[in-house]
């Protein structure tokens, strides 16, 4: 197997003071990729209005870059592993703000969805490569802390991204204003490759050990060992699967993508297995998901996305459909729940090697407590009991719960897993949690629309919450199994290595 993990790589991993301004580097990268996807929610009624785009535009404003984000992840994980992280990395940055120049000097709604697209395709480069680093670079209790610092990033972007975005729309106007929400992107970037290039470690790109071979006989012998069919299965699985739940064309016949998905990915596996039984390198050690750890950790936080991302959608709809809010009111009212997760995960990241899985479990708790309090409050409103704006109360447990689930869950998945796949086994990872977020999405806003056929804003929205809740019972079995198996293993581990009294009588 060919990797960049040399000897005095490891050393590196543990000593070199390089490592916290890489960190600095990848919490700049989170929160300029984050800070764009929601300034773009903002900026959606102004781009229709600039660029007289239809709803099925809009809709492909979003879910173009979702699509191929997904698509990319795996493959774009499995490359850093092999040929280097840091190049790809400032590769998947620089294609990122090119296409965020090009976003925001779109003629057309056309040209804005192929920006997007290929913003996807960078940021899909650019994911898997940070979360591999932080392995690499971070042990113990430190690689807690930097997930910890990750996910305090994720709520400080969430939450300053529709205000930055509103305050730009207001200074530039309905057609400047929403095309500086994507060109806000460029400074960002600029300061990040600058530092990539000062502070990454060289080489950038790694073609594997140096044999006497070529460069260019060591790239292609590296450009095989990214298992070209295995890539090309399992992206075109992923495009298959998420399809028809990003694009709602009207057509049932759209659905039949998703068993033939299935099957790509059945065919992909066999796959795998046979390229691995060949002696090759395959694209996705599944010996990996025999890792306990790593199997359940996965689909925890599959299960958690599924349920958890489509909560602040039901919010937006409600707020402003069924309670009249404004724009600007219904994003104010998550900023408290973003900043709460951001304190969540930096005390959570401090404490997940000592605490483990208790964490999690507790912060998936506190998420399905914050949906029943939602629901009491939606329903106490529609009674007139109170306002709408106890929700602040009821979602600051939804901001707890994402501090204290997602970084640490993150963290304890991939304790196990060889650093020779830590990029590809963090895009699995990834590409979970964008299944079950598109997955997700689609079907709950399905049940709210389908039921406000026949009732009011308050009993469709507390069923959306009620089967968010649900699903998050799921996602908290899963918690306590692995919790009860690490705790047995300990127990097995602690008797095996107790010592033996040497009574006298004993002979």
């Keep these: ?84 992280r840091g190049g790809l990395f400032i590769f998947g940055v620089l294609i990122f703000t090119l296409s965020s120049i090009v976003a925001g000097f779109a003629p057309n709604a056309n040209w804005l969805n192929g920006a997007r697209f290929v913003q996807g395709l960078g940021s899909g480069l650019i994911s898997p490569q940070g979360i591999g680093m932080i392995q690499h670079y971070f042990r113990g209790a430190e690689r807690g802390r930097a997930f910890g610092y990750f996910g305090s990033m994720v709520g400080v972007s969430v939450a300053i ?19 500086l ?21 060289r080489p950038l790109i790694s073609l594997g050990p140096k044999t006497g071979e070529s460069n260019i006989r060591r790239l292609l012998r590296n450009l095989n060992d990214l298992d070209p069919i295995g890539s090309v299965l399992l992206g075109l699985a992923v495009l298959v699967i998420l399809f028809p739940f990003v694009e709602h064309s009207g057509s049932q016949l759209i659905w039949l993508l998703f068993p033939a998905g299935l099957l790509i990915v059945y065919i992909w596996i066999r796959w795998e297995r046979f390229y691995t039984a060949s002696g090759r390198n395959p694209m996705v050690d599944l010996a990996i998901f025999s890792t306990p750890s790593f199997a359940n950790g996965a689909l925890i936080m599959t299960l958690y996305f599924l349920g958890m991302t489509s909560i602040w959608v039901i919010v937006a709809m409600y707020l402003q459909l069924g309670a009249g809010k404004s724009a600007l009111e219904t994003g ?23 605490l483990g899985r208790k964490i999690v479990i507790g912060g998936i708790w506190l998420g399905i407590f914050g949906m029943l309090l939602s629901i009491l409050v939606v329903t106490a409103h529609s009674y007139g ?19 204290t689930v997602i970084s640490p869950n993150q963290t304890l998945t991939l304790e196990e897993v060889p650093l020779e796949y830590a990029g590809s086994s963090g895009a699995i990872m990834q590409t979970g949690q964008r299944i079950g977020t598109s997955v997700g999405i689609a079907v709950i806003t399905a049940v709210v629309f389908f039921l406000l056929n026949h009732y009011s804003w308050a009993v ?32 097995i581990l602690d008797e095996a290595t107790k010592p033996v009294p040497n009574y006298p009588f004993d002979n």
């Design 181 to 201: 929400t994507f060109l806000v992107n460029v400074p960002f970037a600029t300061l990040i490759i600058i530092l990539s290039l000062m502070w990454f470690p």
């Design 1 to 84: 197997m060919h990797n960049n993990t040399g000897s005095a790589e490891v050393f590196a991993a543990n000593q070199d003071p390089r490592r916290w301004r890489i960190l600095a580097i990848l919490l700049t990268t989170i929160f300029m990729s984050l800070v764009s996807v929601s300034i773009v929610n903002v900026a959606l009624p102004t781009i229709q209005h600039s660029l007289n785009a239809t709803s099925s535009d809009l809709q492909w404003v979003l879910s173009g870059y979702a699509l191929t984000f997904g698509v990319i992840l795996v493959a774009a994980g499995r490359a850093g592993d092999i040929m280097g």
């Design 460 to 491: 469709a929205v507390s069923a959306g919450f009620g089967l968010v809740a649900l699903i998050l019972t799921l996602s908290l079995i899963i918690a306590y199994k692995d919790y009860y198996r690490r705790r047995d293993n300990s127990l």
């Design 385 to 403: 009991y109170i306002s709408i704006w106890w929700l602040v109360v009821s979602l600051a447990f939804i901001g707890i719960a994402q501090g």
């Design 332 to 354: 104010m009212i998550g900023i408290p729940s973003a900043l709460l997760s951001s304190v969540a995960a930096n005390w959570a990241g401090r404490r997940v090697h000592s």
């Design 161 to 179: 991204g529709p205000v930055l975005g509103g305050l730009l729309i207001e200074l530039g106007g309905p057609d400047l204003g929403w095309r």
